[in-house]
């Protein structure tokens, strides 16, 4: 069974950093791309940023790019976001989710998200 | 980016409807696309990729279809447990875009 567990939510202050993680079991870490996903309260969802199962090729929203870092550890079965320069609108839950394995355009890079972790929550507030 | 605007924002039908939800791209693409289930408090779940290709474990009362910049998903009679908010997502570009949702509710 797949299984994804974020980690590293919480509360900072405008312009603070914070890494999240994303535990990953149940299937071959390493052979599937890796996204992260946030919905802002009440809001729908957002595409954050993508990464190859190699991790040599990641992509991110023009929303957070230069802010935000995706990377993994495939030795760990871990996947991370780490956030800087945080801003209240970077207020949301964040997912993981993994590559469903259905086909996509580009080897490098995420698909379909089949399999999603139930999210940690990113508050920025001061 | 491709820009996805998803119509309509909220719908209410009955048990038994027939519904269809649009998701209308910004510039022609390929089948790239994928439909997503969310309920109050839970994560996403995969309903259909690639247009029209069912997810495991999804019944076949949900379809979808499209092309270019067009796509549907239909529900052919609405269940009880049916009632959520659906996404559209596109994957044909590095950066991923989602539709704005559409509610489900019971009328």
């Known amino acids: 069974e797949v299984l994804l567990l974020e980690s590293g939510g919480g509360l900072v202050q405008p312009g603070g950093s914070l890494r999240l993680s994303c535990a990953a079991s149940?299937?071959?870490?390493?052979?599937?791309?890796m996204s992260w996903v946030r919905q802002a309260p009440g809001k729908g969802l957002e595409w954050v940023s993508g990464?190859?199962?190699?991790?040599?090729?990641?992509s991110y929203a023009d929303s957070v790019k230069g802010r935000i870092t995706i990377s993994r550890d495939n030795s760990r079965d871990t996947l991370y976001l780490q956030m800087s320069s945080l801003r209240p609108e970077d207020t949301a839950i964040y997912f993981c989710?993994?590559?469903?394995?259905?086909?996509?355009?580009?080897?490098?890079?995420?698909?379909?998200?089949?399999?999603w972790g139930p999210g940690t929550q990113v508050t920025v507030s001061s | 980016d491709i820009q996805m605007t998803q119509s309509p924002s909220t719908l209410s039908a009955s048990v038994g409807d027939r519904v269809t939800i649009t998701c209308r791209a910004s510039?022609?693409?390929?089948?790239?696309l994928a439909w997503y289930q969310q309920k109050p408090g839970n994560a996403p779940q995969l309903l259909i990729y690639?247009?029209?290709i069912l997810a495991r474990g999804v019944p076949s009362r949900f379809s979808g279809s499209g092309a270019g910049t067009e796509f549907t998903l239909t529900i052919s009679s609405l269940q009880p447990d049916d009632f959520a908010t659906y996404y559209c997502?596109?994957?044909?570009?590095?950066?991923?875009?989602f539709g704005q949702g559409t509610k489900l509710e019971i009328k």
């Open positions: 989710a993994k590559d469903g394995g259905g086909g996509r355009p580009y080897a490098d890079n995420p698909g379909e998200l089949g399999s």
């Open positions: 149940g299937f071959h870490f390493t052979t599937y791309a």
């Open positions: 990464i190859s199962g190699s991790g040599t090729s990641t």
């Open positions: 510039q022609s693409f390929s089948n790239w």
């Open positions: 690639k247009t029209s």
């Open positions: 997502h596109q994957y044909n570009t590095y950066s991923h875009t």
